[in-house]
């Protein structure tokens, strides 16, 4: 046998053997019989996952011994699971039926392997990419609050009452882009005009304390927006809109009318086996009220190989840059759309840029080894009144996982993470360097047909250069117990941990006439959570989930008075606290193709252990509903939250509670999706949490969206 032939052996023998040990079928609609495209095929305990051609057809290795449980799913559709003989090869037909509304399936973030949601000891809630364009949203942060379990106080985001709201903390949820941490250096706030919205395929949210595989930050919960690969087609997506801001009347500032409007361009394509998504986007605001002037772009380019690949590696970078005016408080009661004259033109330009890449550098049946390095570069410049702060920080770090699959009872996933943060800064006493290390590891045992079990736990070293070091270990248990086919039962037990932030720690500065001073023996805050939950079934019409849940907080940062320093603050650890309550959420198809209702609610009672009183920026009772008409032509949207029981800053000012209802049209002609919003249908006027900040006004926004 020549060389070249005894190589060509070689190469194809392995191949060979996969094909006869494969499983192939096709996934097809069972009501129309038509090939379902995109579904994704996996093999529960295992890295093995595949995704549905253009006719529906997929081929997957078969497990080389034991039985299996293949699981196909697709968007809106029921899952279906098929129990095999692994080491033989095997042709099916797979059909699946339609659901009336869409429901979670798949999730990765719970338990950093894929699973379905009800598998998870821990809640989860999905949003789906298609859900959140028909919302018609500018950024993710519109269509988030009506996710269960989320809430939002003046723009900061808020999972069970974690959060509530204080100007410079750092986010007690952790971000995530495609499993990448998206938080910036300085604040460890998230930006949400930095995120994709046009090729987002879904948004996970992970709620409770779940540092145990995720880290620092994740005390309220994780949050991860997973994007789509470029589709087999060329595909061209150019989306523009514009709005107007109705301003009432009494409040009226200015005689010129209030608009904003954007324009996006999307590209995605194919060349060889390598496919690649390009986004370009500028936008501008005038704003609801002064000084709300704002203008944005931005930049995403995605790549990812081999396109066709169940465990491609990704490559992607964004790039934002925003000029935004800064209203910090109104002028007045009778004037809450106006700033203080001292206020006018100051702005704040910021740039971000993210690169990351996901490898997968060994995939096997039974062992897979994935590699997440990353880069955050982020500048910012204040051009106020009474300072000019600026910070540059750039964070470069890795995320490194093995998950291993000895048998079909345990799923093991150890990994490790480290970064190191450089910053530079006129506000910042000293300006610091921050390294962040951590070890991980958790099973996923599988004690039955019905029961399976999660033990984890991880250990985080964080330390910035002359302040404290912390070296936290944060655990976890949880079980899920699936009753039926239609029923899950979960309970789990956890800590959470958030280191500070860099601003926390080092902030030297004067804004809006208060002094802010440095606090080097900050130290990070904790959690220790535990909850009940269950996802229920009722019929193929009537989906319900709730979660009862506790947790207790210590050493919660909040700005607070310095220590024999007058009219000067610090950020302190001020507070041990507890939030109880219970979310749930519940999906209704009323009638077939022609009204569907979603609704969520969220009750918190909490408490600070220090003074007895709720904790600031609550609200105990939190309510969302979308009532939405052939299949999302025309939808109303409603929010309602009670009255804050505890504010910070201005105790005696008047607070209620706030209801507002926005409605939403969608039609689509000659491929081009048109569609019409009107937000503050009836031109509420509240206060958004944060005393003497107020709610947006009623608007009116026509979106266009033609796709080639």
């Given amino acids: 046998m020549t060389g070249a032939a005894l190589a060509v052996f070689l190469a194809s023998a392995p191949l060979g053997a996969q094909v006869r040990d494969a499983v192939r079928g096709t996934v097809l609609d069972a009501e129309t019989d038509l090939p379902i495209v995109g579904a994704t095929v996996f093999i529960r305990n295992t890295p093995l996952r595949a995704t549905t051609r253009a006719d529906g057809s997929f081929t997957i290795v078969s497990p080389s011994r034991g039985t299996f449980s293949l699981i196909v799913i697709a968007p809106g559709f029921r899952s279906e699971e098929r129990r095999l003989q692994g080491g033989a090869a095997a042709d099916l037909r797979i059909l699946l039926e339609h659901r009336m509304f869409h429901v979670p399936e798949l999730t990765v973030t719970a338990s950093r392997t894929v699973a379905q949601p009800g598998e998870a000891p821990v809640s989860v809630a999905v949003m789906s990419g298609q859900e959140l364009l028909s919302r018609d949203i500018v950024t993710l942060d519109e269509a988030l609050p009506f996710a269960q379990g989320v809430i939002f106080n003046s723009g900061q985001m808020d999972i069970r009452g974690a959060t509530g709201l204080a100007r410079g903390v750092g986010s007690r949820v952790l971000m995530l882009l495609d499993g990448h941490r998206v938080l910036s250096g300085v604040g460890a706030s998230i930006d949400f005009s930095g995120l994709p919205v046009l090729d987002v395929d879904q948004i996970e949210i992970v709620k409770g304390p779940h540092s145990t595989l995720w880290g620092t930050n994740a005390l309220g919960g994780v949050v991860n927006v997973i994007t789509k690969r470029p589709p087999a087609e060329p595909e061209t997506i150019v989306r523009g809109y514009y709005g107007l801001f109705d301003t009432p009347s009494s409040h009226s500032f200015t005689d010129e009318s209030l608009s904003r409007e954007g324009i996006a361009l999307q590209h995605s394509r194919r060349l060889g086996d390598v496919g690649t998504t390009l986004y370009l986007a500028r936008e501008g605001s005038d704003g609801f009220r002064q000084n709300g002037e704002l203008s944005r772009s931005r930049m995403r380019l995605k790549t990812v190989f081999p396109a066709d690949s169940p465990n491609p590696w990704e490559v992607f970078v964004n790039w934002t840059r925003r000029d935004e005016e800064e209203f910090f408080t109104w002028l007045s009661a009778d004037r809450p759309l106006e700033v203080d004259p001292t206020e006018l033109g100051d702005w704040i330009r910021t740039d971000d840029v993210v690169f990351g890449v996901t490898a997968n550098p060994i995939v096997t049946p039974t062992f897979r080894l994935q590699l997440r390095p990353h880069i955050y570069h982020a500048r910012s410049q204040n051009h106020f009144h009474d300072n000019e702060d ?82 936290v270990l944060n655990p976890k248990l949880g079980v899920v117990f699936e009753a039926s086919e239609r029923v899950s039962l979960r309970t789990s037990f956890s800590r959470g941990y958030r280191a500070p932030s860099v601003s926390e720690q080092f902030t030297s500065t004067t804004q809006f006439g208060f002094r802010v001073v440095p606090n080097l023996e900050l130290r990070g805050e904790s959690a220790w959570a535990g909850e009940v939950g269950a996802t229920v079934s009722l019929s193929d019409r009537v989906w319900v989930d709730a979660g009862f849940f506790r947790s207790d907080y210590t050493d919660l940062i909040e700005p607070s008075p310095a220590p024999d320093q007058f009219f000067t603050f610090q950020f302190r650890n001020v507070a041990d606290a507890m939030v109880r309550g219970v979310d749930a959420g519940l999906r209704v198809g009323v009638i077939p193709s022609r009204l569907d209702v979603s609704t969520s609610y969220t009750f918190l009672d909490t408490e600070d252990h220090g003074t007895g009183r709720a904790l600031p920026y609550r609200s105990r009772h939190n309510f969302t509903a979308t009532v939405s008409g052939w299949r999302q032509l025309v939808a ?45 249908l009836f031109q509420a006027k509240y206060v958004d949490v944060q005393e003497r900040s107020p709610g947006p006004t009623r608007s009116f926004r026509l979106t266009v969206t033609p796709r080639f």
Wanted: charged share 25%.
């Fill in 390 to 471: 600026f910070h540059r920080s750039t964070r470069v770090g890795t995320d490194v996982q093995w998950s291993l699959f000895p048998n079909r009872s345990h799923a093991l996933t150890i990994g490790g993470e480290g970064a190191w943060t450089g910053v530079t800064s006129n506000f910042l006493d000293p300006a610091p360097d921050v390294t962040d290390l951590a070890v991980f590891a958790q099973d996923e045992i599988t004690f039955s047909d019905r029961v399976r079990g999660s033990a984890g736990l991880r250990l985080d070293y964080h330390e910035a250069s002359a302040a404290m070091e912390d070296l």
């Fill in 636 to 680: 109303i949207d409603f929010r309602y939250r009670t009255r804050v029981e505890q504010v910070l800053a201005f105790p005696l000012d008047d607070r209620g509670s706030i209801t507002l209802v926005d409605v939403r049209m969608h039609t689509r002609l000659l491929g081009t999706d048109i569609q019409a919003k009107i937000e503050n």
